[in-house]
């Protein structure tokens, strides 16, 4: 079984971000502008590529993509030919992508509700599931848009069939590139699997969620259907660390690598390849010290700096 490591958006590192971001108070001020939004992307996009580079130095696969990579994209005031911008430096990260094999995920804002009741948010919703295929597009990436399924405001079963329905409004392209997730609050393992198998996409396991938001369910009971919505690809799962006792559903500097090692134990017997998204504050800097310390407290192969055999 072979397990790589990412990490999501922020290379603490290097200090690169590629989210840099104009508010639409200060886009509105004289002077401003697109021609900020044009200064604030074109640093987002050499952020980037050091990130990327990055990455490709430390062995790094496995990354999420930050959702503020253009400022102001989706902002229903704004209007922003980001697309036509910058082609060069649009089509140097597209061939360091593919030169480097990278696999780039991202994770839309909370503000993405799919399954809402609000017409204008579901409006704003689809815009910003749109703005993510754009930018697959310009990188040349096959990736993956990580979704929760959303409000359950009235009831989790009609917020279900919302979810479902809206599902189907979406092009075919963006259907493909939905994955679902479970969350700490609302939808457990149980509700976010049946619903990936009804619509016939994969699901991520969010690890920490499922400790979070459970009804005793036994994870060991649902890893092979899980990992079966994901077909002939490499799954993806997400994992972190609770901040402490009190705030549990929050994400920890560092990961837990006792913890992380017994999750490692539980997937050891369906022995599928497999990435695992860190959710830790650290980023990049706690993905390296969970790696100091599996090597310190395992013998698992390394077959380099983020990839290891279990």
């Known amino acids: 079984m072979q397990v790589r490591l990412g990490y999501a958006c922020i290379s603490l590192t290097i200090n690169k971000s590629a989210s840099k971001t104009v508010t639409y108070t200060n886009y509105q001020k004289k002077g401003y502008g697109n021609k900020k ?3 604030v992307l074109k640093q987002n996009l050499e952020e980037l590529k050091e990130i990327l580079i990055y990455n ?26 980001y697309d036509k911008l910058y082609l060069k430096k649009w089509q140097e990260l597209k061939r360091l992508i593919k030169k480097y094999e990278m696999r780039i995920d991202t994770h839309p804002d909370p503000f993405l509700v799919l399954n809402s009741k609000n017409p204008v948010v579901l409006k704003n919703s689809i815009n910003v599931l749109n703005h993510h295929q754009q930018i697959f597009k310009l990188l040349g990436v096959k990736g993956k848009m990580v979704l929760h399924i959303g409000s359950g405001v009235d009831d989790k079963k009609a917020a279900i069939q919302r979810f479902a329905e809206n599902f189907q409004k979406l092009n075919e392209t963006i259907k493909s590139m939905i994955i679902i997730e479970n969350d700490d609050k609302v939808f457990n393992v149980l509700d976010t699997l049946n619903l990936a198998k009804k619509l016939k996409v994969p699901m991520v396991l969010d690890y920490h969620h499922y400790k979070c938001h459970n009804n005793q369910e036994d994870i060991k009971d649902y890893l092979l259907d899980i990992l079966n919505t994901w077909g002939t690809e490499r799954p993806k ?12 559903r929050s994400h920890a500097e560092y990961i837990d690598v006792n913890e992380f090692i017994k999750f490692l134990e539980i997937l050891k017997p369906f022995n599928r390849d497999i990435d695992i998204m860190l959710e830790c504050k650290g980023k990049d800097m706690a993905l390296f010290k969970l790696v100091r310390e599996l090597r310190y407290k395992t013998n698992y192969t390394f077959i380099d700096n983020t990839t290891f055999i279990i």
């Open 37 to 39: 939004l044009k200064e």
């Open 56 to 81: 490709y130095k430390n062995d790094i696969h496995f990354y999420r993509l930050t959702s503020n990579l253009v400022p102001l994209a989706t902002h229903p005031n704004v209007n922003f030919a």
């Open 237 to 248: 799962m997400h994992f972190s660390s609770p901040k402490n006792l009190k705030e549990k």
